[in-house]
């Protein structure tokens, strides 16, 4: 009577704490997918920009700026990561309009000026980058256009159905899957419960956001991208690991190059390597561009 007693106490305790985990777990899924909204700056002076508007498939009237650059030097279109915006590629900025690129950087949906009701880590964005091709398509026509893509940025850029139809794109610590890059953040943060968590979180894409997890897989959309491709990755980075991004790149079609940073995590790589940076990424669009 006494040890059937006490298994029902545990039982119940049991139920509890599997009741309490699951809300918990379902809440931190509510706030990843929260809009990141708010004000943006005004350009840097010395970037001459000017501020456009232009709509997309997302839903969302997309907020960014232009920079005009020299004829024949062709455009390249800034895709920031999650929970950023445009102000995180203004240094990029800076560099390609320096070397005479036109210049469109924005926020995605659901984040900076751009509205959004919920972030979708590449699904809709990558309609945003869609979007702000053919706006860069009608504002230059005839210019070649490439992509610097950072984390979801990157993740965006080659989720776009059919594949964006630019000449050259530079792709910055690119999660393969959804799962991976899930499980890459929680474990970051919890440990090893973090791999307990993943499966309760990848769930949610569905319910939440009406989408399946097959729909974000970056590795299975870059075997059908031709353009040529710069995988970039940092050897340190614990959110996109080493091997993801060399898993990543060996499912690439060509023509492909891949550079991994040694030492560097999931960071700002231009930050962390400086002229390194500089001088293979504009070597890469000057080859594909001009």
């Known amino acids: 009577m006494r040890f059937t007693r006490r298994w029902k106490i545990l039982s119940a305790l049991s139920a509890a704490a599997v009741i309490l985990g699951a809300t918990l777990v379902w809440c931190i899924g509510g706030v990843l ?47 920031h990561g999650v929970h950023a915006n445009r102000m995180a590629m203004e240094s990029r900025a800076e560099l390609l309009s320096h070397a005479g690129y036109a210049v469109l950087l924005f926020d995605f949906q659901a984040h900076g000026e751009s509205l959004g009701k919920q972030i979708t880590f590449g699904f809709l964005e990558s309609r945003d980058a869609t979007a702000a091709v053919n706006f860069l398509r009608q504002k230059l026509p005839g210019e070649k256009i490439g992509v610097i893509g950072v984390s979801m940025g990157a993740a965006a850029a080659l989720l776009a159905q059919p594949p964006l139809p630019v000449s050259a794109l530079v792709l910055e610590s690119c999660y393969p899957t ?74 690439a079609a060509g023509p492909k190059q891949f550079w991994l940073m040694d030492g560097a995590a999931h960071e700002d790589l231009r930050a962390f390597a400086g002229g390194e940076y500089d001088r293979r990424v504009l070597a890469f669009l000057a080859g594909n561009l001009k």
């Open 33 to 79: 997918v929260l809009p990141a909204n708010h004000p943006i700056e005004n350009p840097p002076p010395d970037l001459h920009a000017e501020n456009v508007t232009f709509p997309s498939a997302s839903g969302a009237t997309i907020h960014g700026w232009f920079v005009a650059g020299e004829p024949g030097h062709g455009a390249v279109l800034l895709l």
């Open 178 to 251: 959804i799962y991976q890059a899930t499980e890459g953040r929680i474990v970051e943060r919890l440990g090893f419960l973090g791999r307990l968590a993943t499966p309760l979180l990848t769930c949610q894409l569905e319910p939440r956001l009406g989408i399946s997890p097959d729909e974000l897989k970056p590795i299975e959309s870059a075997r059908n991208v031709s353009a040529p491709k710069f995988f970039i990755a940092g050897s340190a980075d614990k959110l996109t690991t080493e091997q993801e991004a060399k898993d990543l790149f060996a499912a």
